[in-house]
Each structure stands twice: as structure tokens, then as C-alpha cells.
């Protein structure tokens, strides 16, 4: 069975610095992968996706993660943190043969300090 | 105005209850999922739709049913409701047909507590 594990249930950084969040799945076949933002009150969205290509992924406001088959990780990066990045954030893998049935972690709280 | 809309927002109800969320899109899409997310768990699979005539069980299913009444309307029902159904629900679409836009739209969530 699949399952996705996110290092840390919370991160704290200061504004302007590195945003580091670690993701790893297991999975039996190459996976699509996904970050998800969830911002207060709000649903989740969709930050950035892998499915084939390009191993290093760009997505939405500054994100980027980089999938490494060999390490089994979906880490997402943000060169400098702004307090709008503030939120939840989800990574999700699914199968490319059913690409709807996504598993999702358990989520990574980031708070960003002035 | 939302593309993936859920009712009610914000529901209090009490053990034994029924109780209904729906959830209401204009995405278009045929395939629409209900998820709970509880916190340190992340979402899970309650059940999904991939058309008006297919409903499939998730990964939590029991203790709840689902109605797909037409392509843009799929609610969940607890039949009897339990505190341990207490939850953030969240409705979500997909567009299997645009393998480009491989993702999930969601709705804002319904927050559920069951005394």
C-alpha cells in the first residue's frame, strides 16, 4: 500500500529564510506526486505536481520541489519565506493508473516569523 | 463565486443524529470525492464518484453513505452520528480527461462536531 510521510508536523522559519519541507513515499510503481496548500479557512489548493518529465518541479508563488526516485523524496523548497506562506501543507502521491485515488500526509504546519 | 461549493460551512449537531453535507460544483467534472481531514492524519478517502451511476467505497467509509443526484451534486450522510465523526470535511473534483491538469479542486470544507 502507499503511504506518504512528512518530517515534521510543524515548521517554524523566519521571514526571508529557507523553507525546507521533507516529504517521502513508498510506493510499488512511479507515483505522480503533489504538494497542497491549505490556507486558514480555506480549501486545499494545488501548489505543484510531478508526473513525468523534468525531475525538479516549479509551482505556484515561489515553490519548487524536486523528485528523487532513487531516495524515495518529494521535498518542496522556497528560496525565502514570506508571511503570506504561512499555512498547511500537504504532500500527496497517487498511481499514474489511477491518478484520483491520491494519499495524502499528514501535513506540515509552517509558520513564518517576522 | 466557489467552483466547488459545500453546505453547511459550520454544523453542531448531536450524537445519533443524521446529518447531511453537500456539496455542489460547476467545474463540469465527472469525478467528485468526499475526504475527511483530522489533524496529524491528513485526508482520507471517504468515498468517490466517477459518475452519476458509479460510487465507490474510500479508505473510511463506514459509518457514512453518499448520494450522487446529478453530475454537479454529491452529498454524505451520517446516518447516526458519533463524536468520533467530528471532522473537517472536504468535497473535491476532478477532470479525468485533461491529463495536463492531473489535480484535485476543493471545496472550503464543512466543519463537523458531534456532541
Known amino acids: 500500500a502507499q503511504s506518504v510521510t512528512q518530517l515534521g508536523s510543524h515548521v517554524s522559519v523566519s521571514e526571508g529564510a529557507l523553507v525546507l519541507l521533507r516529504c517521502n513515499y513508498s510506493s510499488s510503481v512511479p507515483p505522480y506526486l503533489f504538494w497542497y496548500v491549505q490556507y486558514p479557512n480555506q480549501g486545499l489548493q494545488l501548489l505543484l505536481k510531478y508526473t513525468t518529465g523534468a525531475t525538479l518541479v516549479k509551482g505556484i508563488n515561489g515553490f519548487e520541489a524536486e523528485f528523487k526516485k532513487s531516495e524515495t523524496s518529494f521535498h518542496l523548497t522556497k528560496p525565502s519565506a514570506h508571511m503570506s506562506d504561512a499555512a498547511e501543507y500537504f504532500c500527496?502521491?497517487?498511481?499514474?493508473?489511477?491518478?484520483?485515488?491520491?494519499?495524502f500526509g499528514p501535513g506540515t504546519s509552517l509558520s513564518v516569523i517576522p | 463565486d466557489a467552483d466547488v461549493t459545500q453546505t453547511p460551512r459550520n454544523r453542531i449537531t448531536k450524537t445519533g443524529k443524521r446529518i447531511m453535507l453537500e456539496c455542489s460544483q460547476t467545474?463540469?467534472?465527472?469525478?467528485m470525492y468526499w475526504y475527511r481531514q483530522d489533524p496529524g492524519l491528513g485526508l482520507r478517502l471517504i468515498y468517490y464518484?466517477?459518475?452519476?451511476?458509479?460510487?465507490n467505497k474510500g479508505e473510511i467509509s463506514d459509518g457514512y453513505s453518499v448520494s450522487r443526484q446529478a453530475q454537479a451534486k454529491f452529498s454524505l450522510s451520517l446516518e447516526s452520528a458519533i463524536p468520533n465523526q467530528t471532522a473537517l470535511y472536504f468535497c473535491?473534483?476532478?477532470?479525468?480527461?485533461?491529463?495536463?491538469?492531473?489535480?484535485?479542486?476543493f471545496g472550503e470544507g464543512s466543519r463537523l462536531t458531534v456532541l
Open positions: 500527496a502521491v497517487s498511481k499514474e493508473t489511477s491518478y484520483d485515488k491520491v494519499i
Open positions: 473535491a473534483t476532478s477532470d479525468p480527461r485533461d491529463l495536463k491538469r492531473v489535480e484535485l479542486f
Open positions: 464518484s466517477f459518475d452519476v451511476k458509479d460510487i
Open positions: 467545474k463540469g467534472h465527472d469525478r
